[in-house]
């Protein structure tokens, strides 16, 4: 499927319908558009970005597609009234849901009591849904709530059968494309109260049909925790340079069973990722520092000529570039 250039957004489910598309060249400016999803994201991969969701909001109801180039390390929370999945739609390599691999027949599930933690690979098309947890109830039959409860408990995959998930996915598929070909649909109350119906019946038969729960294993489990915590350590020492001693030290853990975690998980080591963790700590600071150079110093980078060459090598564009056109926005 070819990536057009739109923007996910937020599950803010109130009244109304409306429908739009946003493409994006920046994966903060992309993450702070999530607004009710409570997201922060992290580029691991080098190369610019570029990214779109468009979605659609109908009575409560919030339909999404999101495209991103590069791969991400997501965090966010949704509202306890909010049930929301997702299902990828074009995934050329795999990724990380909170400690499972998931692929084009994982469904993902976006809620629960402690947030949701996603590695997405490079060129991810991920569709989603948000609906309001009392408005799905009702078409789950008797067993609903028990049933909900167990599976939106906490954020996991559900491994499903191809022929449960690929209604879901054409009707994902088939609204947006003529939404974007008739976008005076959205004038027809008829219309969209009849693609509002069919969406709460798909999503409740997937919902109550049978899965496979897809948690990490408790090896695994204490694997993606680690990478975790491996991130809140560096976010908490922003103001003195992490090395990869110090993060062996924290977790308690051999440089080897650490440099395991990250190749397995992430896909890359903990040099790397220490090293990419400081960049996204220049980038996120360049929107409100004096200069580059005081945003450079700050996260520990002192030969300015190697840091301008790893900056444009991770996000695409010289790190002066950044500074200019963050500056022009505010």
Known sequence: MQPQEYHKAAPALRPGTSFRNQSSGDFEQQASLLSGWNQDYVQLSSGAFKGYVTELHVQGMHLF???TSQSLFQHGQLPESVIAIGVPL???NAGIFCGAPCSTQSLHVFSGRNGFEFYSPTGLLMAGIALERQELLAYMGEAGEQQLSRVCRDSHLLRMPESQLTPLCELMTGAFDMLRSNPALIHQPVAMQSLKHHVLQQVAAVLAGE????HATSAASKCWNMLGESRQFVQQHYDSPISVADLCQHLDISRRS????FQHYLHTNPVAYLRAERLNGVRRMLKTAN???EAAAHWGFWHFGHFSQEYKKMFGELPSTTFKRLRSLN
Not at 258 to 261: A, G, T, W
């Open 65 to 67: 597609h999101e495209f």
């Open 90 to 92: 074009a995934l050329q």
């Open 211 to 214: 899965a496979s729960d897809e």
């Open 258 to 261: 650490l440099q395991y975690s």
């Open 291 to 293: 200069s580059v150079t």
